[in-house]
């Protein structure tokens, strides 16, 4: 049972929008700033959205994150081949003491 | 351009222990915290620790403690990931990352594969 759930997964069609939930408490996303991860098969993964919404320089601005409450969202405006991958949210749990990942989803282009 | 260069693909029995390193190439760590972070096949991402290596102080996850020991070489920039009382379950990549400020993850490691088989 993981502590951010995420739906498992999740689809459109090129050019189309997809949105990504990350449900969480207070105790993580309600106190602090969400970050989330691209991971492509046999990649690391990678840095898609600090902050709650801030994207680094690098990463097209076509994926955007925003947060109310104990909930945060991922979405991808535009959709492309290459955006086929998984998706996790993270935050950290101050009742757990821990980093935590959401339980990831799966974004497929169809 | 600093990068995480990890150490080798491992293959342990069960019970044993494996050590995976983590240098920093092109570069230092500087004041930045290394976490570990691994993915069991089919599974997500679990985080297992994290040190600050300036100054030695590491903190593990729940689910770890007693079984993990994160440390790091400040003059050689190297952290290393310790995984004690191996078991199939633990079949991972392991990753390593640099930690910025907001608690993000901006540099990876490429990912060391340990396989623990009989």
């Known amino acids: 049972q993981s502590v951010l759930p995420q739906p498992p997964s999740a689809s459109g069609t090129p050019g189309q929008s997809v949105a990504v939930s990350c449900s969480g408490g207070?105790?993580?996303?309600?106190?602090?700033?969400v970050t989330w991860y691209q991971h492509l098969p046999g990649t690391a993964p990678k840095l898609l959205i600090y902050?709650?919404?801030q994207r680094p320089s690098e990463v097209p601005d076509r994926f955007s994150g925003s947060k109310s409450g104990t909930s945060a969202s991922l979405t991808i405006s535009g959709l492309q081949s290459e955006d086929e991958a998984d998706y996790y949210c993270a935050a950290w749990d101050l009742d757990l003491d821990d980093y935590v990942f959401g339980s990831g989803t799966k974004v497929a282009v169809l | 351009q600093v990068q995480l260069v990890q150490s080798g693909a491992e293959v342990k029995k069960p019970g044993s222990s494996v050590k995976v390193s983590c240098k920093a190439s092109g570069g230092t760590f500087s004041s930045y915290t290394i976490s570990w972070v691994r993915q069991a096949p089919g599974q997500g991402l679990e985080w297992m620790g994290r040190i600050i290596p300036i100054l030695g102080i590491a903190n593990y996850a729940q689910k770890f403690q007693g079984r993990v020991t994160i440390t790091a070489d400040k003059s050689t920039s190297t952290a290393y990931m310790e995984l004690s009382s191996l078991r199939s379950e633990d079949t991972a990549v392991y990753y390593c990352?640099?930690?910025?400020?907001?608690?993000?993850?901006?540099?990876w490691g490429q990912g060391t594969l340990v396989t623990v088989s009989s």
């Open positions: 207070s105790s993580n996303i309600g106190n602090g700033p």
């Open positions: 990352a640099r930690v910025r400020e907001y608690g993000d993850y901006d540099l």
């Open positions: 902050n709650n919404y």
